[in-house]
């Protein structure tokens, strides 16, 4: 069974740097997955797709607020997934999930195939 686990969230100032990880187990990005992608949810809204990136040919995808700041890329050999966060803002607070599917990459993260439990980032002003 694939299986989904974030790394590397925490609590940063402004303007700060942080780099998440999502290392899949149990199957690979490759083999079971078509896209990937980063979520987020902030405390009382909805879940919010960051960033995606298809597994067979690399095209990324980012939601307006975090283009040019945000970048998603995946290290095959190691079946881990990455989103590199700089220049964070107060805006970006909230629990980052990793999640994936056999088909595409859905606006509504509970309709994906593989999610992770998520990893708390936290931005202070």
């Known amino acids: 069974q694939v299986q989904l686990v974030e790394s590397g969230g925490g609590s940063v100032q402004a303007g700060g740097s942080l780099t998440l990880s999502c290392t899949v187990s149990?199957?690979?990005?490759?083999?079971?997955?078509?896209?990937a992608g980063w979520y987020r949810q902030a405390p009382g809204k909805e879940h919010e797709r960051v960033a995606t990136?298809?597994?067979?040919?690399?095209?990324?995808t980012y939601v307006d607020s975090v283009k040019g700041r945000f970048t998603i890329s995946r290290e095959k050999a190691k079946n881990i997934m990455y989103l590199q966060m700089k220049q964070l803002k107060p805006e970006d607070t909230a629990m980052y999930f990793c999640?994936?599917?056999?088909?595409?990459?859905?606006?509504?993260?509970?309709?994906?195939?593989?999610r992770g439990q998520g990893t708390q980032v936290t931005v202070s002003s």
């Open positions: 999640a994936a599917d056999g088909q595409w990459c859905a606006l509504d993260y509970n309709e994906m195939d593989y």
């Open positions: 149990g199957g690979s990005f490759s083999t079971h997955t078509q896209c």
């Open positions: 990136i298809s597994t067979p040919n690399g095209a990324t």
